[in-house]
């Protein structure tokens, strides 16, 4: 299955994934996907919002246990975030086949759109749509770099864009959801273990730092008569690091834009993104309180002013307790009883539907901890640990 996957979308210049929602790297992908369900036997279905799903036993009769991931990627992205919880689930259900288990709940396996949001700007789309976190008319809006809306998009890949919406019936059906994912970090390498279970994703928000000054002569503009935004937009990179470092929080500023842009010139406008994580709200208000506060002091002191917009926020996303402690002791009588429970700085899908179904992770040893890249790494017995344990959790879940 790895082999099979391992070229689809792959950029022969960098050696990353270009796999974005409803491309053709998308669709080559989704042929994967239901290529192997039927060579299992297992029913397939796109749903409304285009998400994919395959079955083995019938959904209806309710209390179903999932699992899966997406396919998609971030751009240059690795081969392991996403792929990795959609090739374990299907041979995690080959591994329960060869043991000649009874499955006694329905088990799906799950491919859901557009997780990465690399093409519309908006991560989580499929799951989000489905749990009614996104409507319709905002999904109807979404835009990609080239103009081309999300309906647009999705017509030309075969799906109807009018049928997307809140599908309350398809998550009333799933008793629990369980994704493995590759570790984004190096919790689980630092710790000497293969596989651990989620506790939280941390909450997470997108916010933009506008500093307007005034456009002026690079040469003979004499300092002191200078209204330069790229100076306080400096001391508050400086400062997100120090807020984020006291609070043992992340803050990052990623992206620029400076206008006019030009290098012999002082800008008028320096705009930064700011991504904020924290374990919990409070620490995040702390920190994202702190930086703003920085960014005022230093455009007071340039005499220059600052607007402060949230583009986005996410709240902590607490996944069920019980469905937790159940994988817990289930991976214990393999892994031995100190089986390691990581809160998560990323998003995913499982993420989103945790607050209307029960939801659970399991994450594989990176053992370099760098994703969203080429380098993104797993080793094969480390993957073959993490089939293991989907496995005995499914066994534990849809067996009994
Ligand atoms: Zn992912």
Known sequence: MWTELLPVGRSSASGGYRRFAWTAADAECRAWFEEQARARGLACEVDRNGNQWAWLGDPAAGNAVVTGSHLDSVPDGGAFDGPLGV?????????????GVRFTRPLGVVNFGDEEGARFGLACVGS?????????????????????????????????????????????????????????????????????????????????FDFRGEANHAGTTRLTDRHDPMLPYAETVLAARREAERAGAVATFGKVAVEPNGVNAIPSLVRGWLDARAADQDVLDTVVGGIEQAARKGADGHGVTLDVVRESFTPVARFDHALRDDLVRILARTDGPDVPVLGTGAGHDAGILSASIPTAMLFVRNPTGVSHSPAESATEDDCLAGVRALADVLEGLACR
Do not use: C, N, Y
Request: net charge negative.
């Open 87 to 99: 090739v374990s689930a299907f041979a995690a259900l080959d591994e329960l086949r060869g043991r």
């Open 128 to 208: 989000r749509l489905t749990a009614g976190k996104l409507t319709a008319e905002q999904a109807h809006r979404l835009t990609d770099r080239d103009g081309i809306s999300l309906p647009r998009a999705m017509e030309a890949a075969g799906h109807d864009p009018e049928a997307i919406g809140p599908d309350p019936e398809r998550l009333a059906r799933i008793g629990a959801f369980v994704e493995l994912h590759v570790e984004q970090g190096r919790a689980l390498d630092e710790l000497g273990h293969a596989v651990g279970v989620a506790s939280a994703i941390w909450p997470h928000g997108r916010w933009r």
